[in-house]
């Protein structure tokens, strides 16, 4: 974590080139964006800033997440990918949870992934902790990290 009180992280090392774990971010969400038996569905994402990021989860018991609409802030290909839900496509303001950072750092001759989630308020933060920040963050960067791995060895 960095200073911020009301920032949360997960991090791992990953046996897969940045650009690898770059296109499973982008490509593959459904394969690893919530943890299992939840799937995740892309509505649409514009990787740019400004751009449109809409995804869907649904559970094994016909849960549904409803959209989590915001927009991307910042595109680097192949190290960070920025986007929050403080605003909605247009620039249209929205109650905001959270701004999530994604970076892919070279790391040896894998990548270090980091995942953050910057919260406007401590009350923010405790709302995702309890919602099972840590349980659902870690097994979907668990899922990441082998889906980055199985696809670099082929």
Known sequence: MSGDAHELSVTCPIAAPP?????????????????????????????RPGGRSAVRM?????????????????VVPHERIVTTDAYAVGWVPQTPFLTAIWSFAPEGEGTRFTATAR????????RHLEMGFHPGWDETMAQFKALCEAVAVV
């Open 58 to 74: 649904f559970g094994p018991d016909g849960e549904d997440s409803g959209p989590m609409e915001g927009i991307f802030l910042e």
């Open 19 to 47: 650009a690898t774990c770059w296109t499973v971010w982008r490509d593959r969400k459904d394969a690893w964006f919530c943890p299992k038996p939840w799937r995740a569905e892309v509505i649409e994402e514009d990787m």
């Open 119 to 126: 919260h406007w308020d401590a009350d923010a933060k405790a």
